[in-house]
């Protein structure tokens, strides 16, 4: 159950920041792009590339959350008509809990209530109408992040993710490895 919610939660972000910052004055936010790019394996075989961005959430100032994108277009080079083949998300939260993003390994599985930890989603589309989706699995892996600002994080993962959406009976599983080098992008950069 918490893992629908949890994938749920994400889909719907992402949803909603693609859409609200395309209508946002570019005059006002940093661009910039960064680039990431990523192999799955296993059930699915994929090589993705494309723009690299992160979004943040913050309270008075605190850092409560960060998710990484990678995806074939930036937010503002995007229309009413885009329909990507594919969506990269990584999301780092401390249970609502403020937190300093600083270089070394973290895991990549579950959120988990006490550490900083993230999560990981990839949709796959296979034609117009059929997308699966995976997301990080409780052992799932690490994102060693060699360096970290306001404005940007490099970083290299890999971890395992399992099918949560097609109704099989067992789980495919895959495992996502890249690296990125990633821009911060939105009002609170």
Not at 81 to 103: C, H, I, M, Q, V
Request: a negative charge.
């Amino acid at each position: 159950m918490y893992r629908l919610g949890l994938v749920s939660i994400i889909l719907s972000l992402t949803i909603f920041l693609s859409c609200s910052n395309n209508s946002t004055d570019s005059d006002v936010l940093d661009v910039g792009e960064g680039i990431g790019s990523f192999t799955v394996t296993g059930d699915v075989e994929a090589e993705r590339e494309g723009v690299s961005y992160f979004t943040v959430t913050r309270s008075d100032g605190d850092l409560l959350g960060i998710r990484i994108h990678i995806e074939k277009a930036h937010p503002l080079d995007r229309d009413d008509s885009y329909n990507s083949d594919y969506s990269f998300t990584l999301l780092a939260d401390k249970d609502g809990e403020p937190f300093t993003l600083t270089t070394g390994t973290y895991e990549i599985g579950l959120l988990s209530d006490d550490n900083l930890a993230f999560a990981g989603v990839y949709t796959h589309r296979i034609s117009a109408d059929v997308v699966n989706g995976y997301q990080s699995a409780d052992q799932g892996g690490s994102i060693t992040i060699s360096s970290s600002s306001d404005e940007m994080i490099q970083a290299s993962f890999e971890f395992k993710a399992i099918d949560y959406g097609d109704g099989a009976e067992e789980d495919k599983v895959v495992t996502i490895s890249g690296e990125f080098t990633s821009k911060c992008f939105g009002p609170s950069c």
